[in-house]
């Protein structure tokens, strides 16, 4: 049995939740893709890239299958993407 939370179940808040952080770490990943384009020392910015590699790689494996039923109400009410499944 799920334990609710303010009429969010625990598993609907740790869909949630895991869907924030993959956001925030993609957008981290844009970032130092960013940066790595503008930096003219080649090691810097291959290291700055090999950084994005790792974000993205965490992203992907934070993120939980897309929510269905009760948890796709959820991401439409907290304003969060839905995440594509594998």
């Not at 790792?54 to 109400?73: F, I, M, V």
Request: hydrophobic content about 40%; proline content about 2%.
């Amino acid at each position: 049995m799920a334990i609710r939370i303010k009429g969010t179940s625990a598993l609907e808040f740790a869909a949630v939740a895991a869907q924030l952080r993959a956001a925030q770490y993609r957008a981290k990943v844009g970032q130092l893709r960013r940066m790595a384009e503008g930096e003219s020392i080649g090691r810097l910015r291959d290291n700055l890239l090999k950084l994005a590699d790792q974000y993205e790689a965490l992203a992907g494996t934070t993120e939980l299958s897309r929510p269905e039923g009760d948890e796709r109400k959820l991401v439409r009410r907290t304003g969060l993407p839905a995440i594509r499944g594998h």
